[in-house]
Structures are given as C-alpha cells and as structure tokens.
C-alpha cells in the first residue's frame, strides 16, 4: 500500500540514518541534515531515527550528538558543574532513578515557561502596563531603525536597512539619540521592577 503525502503529524516522522552518516527522512523522501533534527525538535515534531542497515533505534544518540553540536556553537546550557555531576551518577546506585527526575523536571521547567508567558500577555494586553509595553515598543523599533538590520534581529518591524557610509555623518546625532532611549529604558525596567 503506498503511502500519502499527507501524514498524520501525531505520527512520528521515520529518520533513517545511512552508514555514510547521511539523515534520509521517509516522510518527505529526502536527505536532512541535523540542524533540520533540531528545528523538527523545537516544533514539537515527533521523529525516530533507526539505522538503516539494522533497523535499531538510535534515536538517543542523534539527540545527544545534536546537544554536542548546539554546545560546540557556544550555546552552552549545560553547566560544567551540571555535566560533572551527571558524568558521576553514571554505574550509581540511583542511574535509573535519573532519567525519570530530569524527564520530570523539564516539564515542569517547561510549564512555568508557558505560565510566565501567559502571565505577561495578560499583563500587558491591557491596563497601566499596556501603555508601558506599547512604549517600549516604539522604542525598539527606533533603535531598530537607527541600527538597521542588525544581526539577531532579522525581520524586526520597521527595521531600516543597513547605513550607508553616507549616512554615517549623522553618527553624533544617533549617539545621542542612543544614550537617550538607554536613559528611557532603564527607566521603564525601574518602573517595572516596582509593579513586581
């Protein structure tokens, strides 16, 4: 029976991995690359990945070689300190038990993050801290204009594109009007460490 090209999403995505270390995904029938892996994770996308001679699982180690990859970029989220202490519960007596506690403390992690997000939508969908956000905003797209398109922010709304030498002359002027958004936005985080 062949199969459609529109899968159930619930369904996770078949990765076969090739003694070559290429990623061929079943779904799309094409060659993916890790960081592809990586955006799949971070959008909730279910995946397993098998070895294609085998047919093993080997999902674990793609996930953990992807952790490497963000750490090697200098995306360190894992602390030293952290690292050691997970090296050192490796043949404990309370291995098995670890597996489970962080599984466990991540989601909670994670459901105090969607908390928290909620929290500040509502705090700034209306009332005194509305016009605070909005504020701030404006704010951001100034700088954002004064900066162009800086690296990090690409697409913010408003953005100007990048300055030509010529409009470098005008650089005081931007100085100025830097120091003063500076002076506004530590105002308004004084102002917000008060309503907290």
Same mark, same amino acid.
């Given at each position: ?18 003694? !070559? ?7 799309? &029938? ?24 085998? *047919? ?6 793609? $996930? ?17 300190? %952290? $690292?050691?202490?997970?090296? &050192? ?5 309370? @291995? ?7 599984? &466990?403390?991540?989601?909670? %992690?994670?459901?105090? @993050?969607? +908390? ?9 969908? *209306? ?6 956000? #909005?504020? !701030?905003? @404006? ?5 954002? !204009?004064? %900066? *162009? ?8 709304? *408003? ?20 120091? $003063?958004?500076?002076? +506004? ?5 004084? #102002? ?5």
């Amino acid at each position: 029976m062949a199969k459609t090209k529109t899968a159930n999403l619930s369904d996770p995505v078949i990765i076969k991995k090739y003694a !070559n270390r290429r990623l061929y995904n079943t779904e799309t &029938s094409s060659y993916i690359t890790l960081d592809l892996l990586s955006q799949m994770t971070r959008e909730g996308r279910e995946f397993v990945v098998v070895d294609a001679k085998s *047919g093993e699982d080997i999902t674990h180690n793609v $996930l953990t070689q992807i952790i490497m990859e963000e750490e090697q970029r200098g995306t360190n989220m894992l602390p030293v300190n %952290f $690292l050691r202490q997970l090296i &050192s519960m490796y043949g404990d007596s309370m @291995q098995s038990m670890v597996p489970q506690y962080l599984e &466990s403390s991540m989601d909670a %992690f994670r459901k105090n @993050q969607m +908390q928290f997000q909620e929290a500040m939508k509502g705090a700034f969908g *209306g009332g005194p801290l509305a016009e605070i956000a #909005k504020r !701030n905003m @404006q704010m951001f797209e100034a700088a954002a !204009n004064a %900066f *162009g398109n800086a690296p990090g922010m690409p697409g913010v709304p *408003g953005a100007a594109p990048a300055p030509t030498p010529e409009a470098t002359a005008s650089e005081e002027s931007k100085d100025d009007e830097i120091a $003063l958004l500076k002076a +506004q936005l530590a105002a308004l985080n004084a #102002k917000i460490d008060k309503l907290s």
